[in-house]
């Protein structure tokens, strides 16, 4: 089953705006990454958040986590059409000895930016 | 992508046949993973591995098996392929475990587009 849940499933933006996506998780975490995936190929590790950390930054990409709500934010400032993608949220769950180590991905926001 | 590699990009097998999809580092990373990609379904764990010879069931493990008698190759085996096998597989690497709350990120193979009819 899934632990991540990407909100919305789709996302169509214009150059410069800014895209968020959210995602929401079950169970406690040690860590939650974000993933891109543009078609037809393989995923592309973007960023990862600690359990307490609450935001991080990395060029144009801001996450957020909110463990109380288990909860995740990732934007997207000043899109261009080359962030036109899937992306992807995969907790590393905690505590749950059989899922130890194998990240859980979530079925993903398509976001689609246009020129 | 770089450091890892798949095998066949794409196949198109028979009801029933068996079919090995390959996957290869360069990166002498301990853990690698199989997962498939469904839509709806984002991407689900079938195998994974912690070490030569080491390895574990995911949550979609039924109707597959695996082995890696070597650090860069980690094998895929669908034993009797079925319609509902029909996906993209992706294979993904990582140096350290992921479950440490220090965390680590995978790399990904480009997948392989797997077709049974």
């Known amino acids: 089953s899934q632990q991540g849940e990407e909100d919305p499933q789709a996302l169509s933006i214009q150059e410069g705006e800014n895209a968020t996506m959210n995602c929401s998780y079950k169970t406690s975490i040690n860590n939650l990454q974000w993933y891109r995936q543009n078609s037809g190929r393989g995923l592309v590790h973007l960023i990862l958040i600690r359990s307490n950390e609450r935001e991080k930054h990395s060029g144009r990409l801001r996450v957020t986590l909110d463990t109380s709500k288990k909860s995740s934010s990732l934007l997207i400032t000043a899109s261009r059409a080359a962030d036109t993608a899937s992306y992807f949220c995969a907790t590393a769950p905690k505590g749950i000895e059989d899922s130890w180590g194998k990240l859980q991905f979530g079925a993903g926001t398509q976001v689609v930016v246009t020129p | 992508d770089a450091g890892i590699t798949q095998s066949p990009r794409h196949k198109v097998t028979e009801t029933g046949t068996p079919v090995t999809l390959r996957c290869h580092q360069t990166?002498?990373?301990?853990?690698m993973y199989w997962y498939r990609q469904d839509p709806g379904h984002g991407l689900r764990l079938i195998h994974y591995?912690?070490?030569?010879?080491?390895?574990d069931k995911g949550e979609v493990s039924d109707g597959y098996s695996v082995s890696r008698s070597k650090t860069e190759d980690f094998l895929l085996t669908l034993e009797s392929a079925t319609s509902s096998q029909t996906s993209v597989y992706f294979c993904a690497i990582s140096e350290y475990q992921t479950g440490l709350s220090a965390g680590y990120g995978y790399t990904f193979g480009s997948g392989t587009r797997l077709t049974v009819v």
């Open positions: 990166e002498n990373h301990r853990y």
């Open positions: 591995s912690y070490g030569v010879k080491d390895t």
